[in-house]
């Protein structure tokens, strides 16, 4: 016990991710680069200063609260130098808008524990449980095994959602703790995949028929991005590739939207996709029929 | 929704509403005729003159019959109460407005109202209260701290009579049992006399007026020339002649019964939320009997005269269309064993409320845990429709919490909720009282000052010490259950007084022979019925827990915040403490399972319970109970309360009922549920209000739908006592803020009761589009 991981946040009655009704805890860190990535802010473990610039008033409160200098407002726009900041608080703490945070804290195993107790009427009565998110929750696998470990051990039930980018073994002690799986596969193409999220897709298919392989209860989220996995032969790729595998599960098809990119531009970092739409809701329509006609199990998310 | 139904609802949704002029005609022809009159027979002798002289109308392709008012859209005028505009009142919270012969076109009609108004100088309810009550009470009405009684202005109201009474057995046999009764007291009781002979007076006018019904369906008949309505309109004179003055032969005939009874209790008083009790559960048999089993009716017929049914509550106005009286509709429920009393008919009346889409009535669902699943998905879908009234109740925290009250088990099982969720049993119990509320802020507001009022700097509660003269917490929270304490003996003068006012000058001898017991104790329903309690309105006990909790947390357990800089800061609304603001604001909120703040929920609760447990009402000698059903007190009471410690600015709007402060429930829904659920309801038998929101989006699949029921059954099974739900997007809220006539009939919940959006002004509005969505 005692381990502590850098989360997030915890989102409480999340009814997307997993069975039932769960508490979701996002964990800090990914190895991927998803081009797409719906919570920029979670792809670095390192906590990070973040301006809600829809909330500045321009109002330079932070300015001289900041000794590192990052903050600068004039002509109704305020740049952050995100390098500088040493995350000392001072500038948060004089907002009077609210308008500055700080993204990413420590949670423990107990504080997680404890809020997820409070929840357990609800879990029981849905089916529902923990459900550890991210980022990619395995990059702090120690603090995953601790939690699930202990969650089992109060009787709730656990889901890991995770990309299969992770060490054989990890991966593999971890399944033994997790009840549910949700498991992204996000393009079949290697290339592809290493060109829009940094990393070969190798490792994780082999993860993934590895959880099949030990009867794993798995749901396979795959996010619809127009332009870059959309194609005919990537659905065909998909589906032939879970079939390949034995796969039983249901798949969750997540249509791309680019809600996210506001925060991009709030912690500094620039979104690569911007020219991206969303899919139509015909074509989220057509890709559901197509997989239930190939025999998977499919929902439109 | 067929051609029929779709056209009856745009007649009642299109009538322009005004001030009609008949019911005070009638009334006042029939007080001048009876001024020597006792006042139960003078009252009688008004409705009967009033039936029997009121127009009749039975609209084009009506099936069930029984007009409200004079025309379409007509809201009648109540003088024996009041001349307060109502409109005013309930949309623009200002209770001082009264009606003028400017509402009235012509000449002739002008003149006609003045006479009214003249007659009635220094009769109405209205000016007898304003007479009797002290000085005193009337300045803590005004200050809008309490004593505000409704029943200045409006009848009782909040009552279900025994409708099953008049299914099964007819008028006839009550008056039967109202005669035999006279000649049993004649000699020695001439109060049960008097009471009974009223009472004999009224039922026989409303039969006298159904058959005026019956003789309109035949002019009709005999000019009709299509074949289908011709037969129509045979059966509804038949029905006439037949209900209610005879027990109900048919599901049609109980259906017809119902409404006409509940039509003539708007004549008698222009009461709220009066109610029809456990519809499914007592006309169940006729409709078993002829659409189950007997086919006397096809399915999409009975659909029908239920829609019919439905639509005709939205008929009945005061103030119009715009303001809605909460007559409710309960459904389904548990029996003695615990077994689900759900059953087709419960299920079709949960469709007709969602086809009609109309203000009224309400429908609530009595929650257990063996209820049927398909009602509690239905309820959520329709939730997700954006187009029901429904909400829950929850049987397995109200029967015990009545029982632990006197009520006789087996009563305890037929409760059923009155307009915004008010407990009470069909024919039986009624509770309540007139003047509810003590606005708790105002209580806190006063103990923050000493029992300065803040507003003039006048000392209007007793002296105490101020937050800045206290120590500790807990000194503080003395201040607050010393100014609480100090007001608990008013409200309790008022209520009684205003009882005893209205059994005085406005007995109800019609809805009194449809309580039990009140023939054999012939005595008006205001001065005994089997049950009775009073309620002490804590309608904003959520902004007073924040409060309390936010000057605890910054003030005393911090020590971050200086007391004289907060008192300073919130008479400035802030301005100049924009820093301080953010700290309080900071302050742990109800709603987010937080039990920095969710602690004090006990706490000031059992402020509240303690202050009143040693009353008892003058009426029946019964207790009190707490209630919080705000309607739309939370934002009035907004509007003219200045900054709190809790970081509101002056005139921001309060937490509606057991619910957040507009957006401070930022943890999801089970832990606003969680935190709502650390309510005791033993202590809140008289009602609770508990709202939650979600966005369509909670709602899109089947999946979806089944994880929001187990949310409610966990809920429920934790000891909610209620939970209405509301499914809008912002988008179209804000759209019918701009286009109000688009969305004409966009309903939204708004606290304890329905109502059209766009009827709303714009800080309701507003509070409505603000409040935390539970997105995810
Ligand atoms: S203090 Fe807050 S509102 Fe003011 S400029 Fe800085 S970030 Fe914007
Ligand atoms: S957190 Fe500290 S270092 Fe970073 S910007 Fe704010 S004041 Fe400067």
């Known amino acids: 016990m005692g381990e502590r991981a850098d989360i997030l946040k915890i989102q409480r009655f999340s009814i997307n991710d997993g069975p039932g009704i769960r508490t979701t805890v996002f964990l800090k860190g990914c190895p991927l680069r998803c081009a797409w990535c719906h919570n920029p802010d979670s792809m670095y473990r390192e906590w990070q200063l973040v301006l809600a610039h829809r909330l500045c008033t321009h109002c330079s409160a932070c300015v001289p609260a900041c000794e590192a200098g990052v903050h600068s407002v004039s002509e109704g726009a305020h740049t952050v130098d995100f390098a500088a900041c040493t995350l000392c608080g001072k500038c948060v703490e004089a907002c009077p808008r609210s308008a500055l945070s700080i993204s990413g804290r420590s949670a423990s195993v107990e504080q997680i524990i404890e809020l997820a107790l409070r929840d357990a009427d609800y879990y029981r009565e849905s089916g529902g449980g923990i459900t ?9 696998h120690e603090f995953v095994e601790a939690l699930f470990t202990e969650a089992h051990r109060v009787g709730i039930s656990t889901a890991l959602d995770t990309s299969g980018h992770c060490r054989r073994e990890a991966f593999v002690r971890l399944l033994t703790h997790t009840d549910h799986l949700l498991f992204d596969l996000k393009i079949m193409d290697p290339e592809l995949h290493r060109q829009y999220t940094g990393a070969d897709n190798m490792l994780i298919h082999n993860n993934f028929k590895c959880a099949i392989d030990r009867g794993a209860d798995i749901t396979v989220r795959h996010i619809v991005v127009p332009g870059v996995n959309d194609t005919p032969a990537e659905n065909e790729a998909l589906a032939a590739f879970m079939l390949g595998c034995g796969f039983r599960g249901s798949l969750s098809l ?5 809600m996210a990119l506001s925060k991009y531009e709030d912690i500094g970092m620039v979104y690569r996709l911007s020219e991206v739409i969303a899919p139509a809701d015909a074509y989220m329509k057509e890709l559901d029929e197509f997989f239930n006609r190939a025999g998977i199990r499919c929902r439109i998310n | ?5 779709l056209k009856l609802k745009e007649e009642i949704l299109d009538a322009e509403g005004k001030w009609g002029l008949e019911r005070a005609r009638l009334y006042t022809q029939a007080e001048r005729a009876n001024e020597t009159e006792v006042a139960e027979v003078k009252r009688a002798r008004a409705l009967a003159h009033y039936l029997d002289n009121k127009t009749v109308i039975i609209k084009e392709g009506e099936l069930i019959v029984g007009n409200y008012g004079s025309g379409r859209g007509i809201y009648e005028i109540y003088p024996e109460y009041s001349f307060q505009d109502s409109v005013i009142r309930y949309i623009h919270f200002d209770c001082e407005q009264e009606v003028n012969d400017s509402f009235f076109e012509t000449q002739q009609e002008k003149r006609e109202f003045n006479e009214i108004r003249n007659y ?30 409704y029943g200045r202005d409006e009848g009782q109201g909040h009552v279900a009579v025994n409708y099953e009474l008049v299914v099964r057995q007819g008028l006839r046999s009550v008056i039967e049992r109202a005669k035999k009764r006279m000649e049993e007291v004649f000699d020695h009781d001439p109060i049960a006399y008097t009471f009974n002979k009223a009472a004999v007076i009224a039922l ?4 006298r007026y159904a058959h005026r019904f019956a003789q309109e369906a035949e002019r009709q008949w005999a000019a009709e020339k299509d074949e289908k309505r011709r037969a129509e309109l045979k059966s509804i004179a038949a029905n006439m002649r037949r209900v209610p003055e005879y027990p109900a032969g048919d599901f049609w005939q109980g259906c017809q019964a119902v409404w006409f009874i509940h039509q003539v209790m708007h004549m008698e008083q222009n009461g709220f939320s009066i109610s029809i009790g456990r519809f499914d559960q007592y006309i169940y048999p006729l409709f078993k009997k002829d659409v189950l089993d007997g086919g006397r009716f096809t399915d999409d017929f009975a659909f029908e005269i239920l829609q019919c049914f439905y639509l005709k509550f939205s008929e009945i106005t005061i103030g119009g269309i715009k303001i809605s009286l909460t007559q ?3 459904i389904c429920g548990r029996d003695a064993g615990g077994n689900d009393m759900t059953n087709e008919l419960s299920h079709r009346c949960m469709d007709a409320s969602m086809s009609c889409r109309v203000l009224n009535p309400q429908t609530l669902v009595r929650w257990h845990r063996n209820l049927d699943p398909a009602m509690v998905r239905k309820v959520i879908e329709a939730v997700r429709g954006g187009e029901t009234h429904a909400a829950f109740f929850n049987d397995e925290v109200v029967v015990p919490a009545l029982e632990k009250y006197g009520v006789k088990p087996q009563d305890a099982l037929q409760y059923a909720q009155c307009g915004c969720n008010e407990t009470e049993i069909p024919g039986k119990m009624i509770g309540g009282g007139m003047p509810r509320p003590l606005f708790l802020l105002r209580v806190v507001e006063l103990a923050l000052f000493g029992g300065v009022w803040r507003y003039t700097g006048e000392q209007v509660g007793p002296k105490t010490r101020s937050l800045a003269e206290c120590d500790t917490f807990e000194e503080f929270l003395e201040s607050y259950r010393t100014q609480y304490n100090h007001f608990i003996k ?58 309390l909790a936010a000057v605890k947390k910054a003030v005393f357990d911090d020590r971050s915040v200086e007391a004289s800089q907060l008192m300073d800061a919130i008479e400035n609304n802030w301005s100049g403490y924009e820093h301080l603001q953010k700290t309080m604001l900071a302050t742990p909120k109800f709603g987010n399972d937080d039990d920095g703040v969710d602690h004090l929920v006990p706490v000031v609760e059992k402020i509240s319970a303690e202050a009143i447990s040693g009353l008892r009402s003058f009426r029946n000698n019964s207790p009190w109970f707490c209630e919080c059903i705000p309607r739309i007190s939370h934002v009035y009471e907004g509007i003219v309360t200045r900054a709190t410690p809790e970081g509101r600015n002056d005139k921001d709007t309060l937490p509606p009922g057991i619910s957040a402060q507009i957006g401070t429930d930022l943890s999801g829904s089970t ?7 650390k309510l005791n309801p033993e202590h809140f038998a008289g009602g609770v209000i508990s709202n939650i929101r979600f966005h369509p989006n909670l709602l899109k699949d089947d999946e979806s739908i089944t994880k929001i029921m187990a949310l409610v059954n966990a809920y429920m099974k934790k000891g909610g006592m209620h939970l209405q739900m509301n499914c809008v997007t912002r988008e179209t809220l804000l759209d019918a803020m701009e286009n109000p006539s688009k969305h004409k009939d966009l309903m939204v919940r708004v606290s304890g009761y329905i109502d059209y959006f766009t009827n709303l002004d714009r800080a309701s509005q507003a509070d409505i589009i603000a409040r935390t969505e539970q997105t995810f």
């Open chain 2, 204 to 207: 026989e006018a409303v039969i």
């Open chain 2, 490 to 547: 008013y409200i309790s003068y008022a209520t009684n007084m205003m009882d005893y006012l209205h059994s005085q000058y406005t007995p109800l001898p019609f809805a009194s022979a449809l309580m039990d017991g009140c023939i054999e104790r012939g005595r008006d329903m205001l001065v005994e019925t089997e049950y009775f309690y009073y309620t002490l309105g804590c309608n904003d006990f959520i902004a007073a827990v924040n409060n």
């Open chain 2, 120 to 149: 009635w100088r220094g009769k109405t309810m209205r000016e007898r209260v304003d007479t009797v009550f002290p000085e005193y009470v009337v300045k803590l009405r005004d200050l809008d701290i309490c004593c505000n009684p």
């Open chain 2, 328 to 330: 409710t509709v309960t």
């Open chain 2, 671 to 677: 832990a606003l549920l969680n935190s709502i659920s």
């Open chain 1, 254 to 258: 997540l249509p791309y939207h680019a």
């Open chain 2, 1 to 5: 929704m067929n051609a029929r139904i």
């Open chain 1, 132 to 140: 550890l998110s991210g980022g990619e929750p395995t990059m702090q």
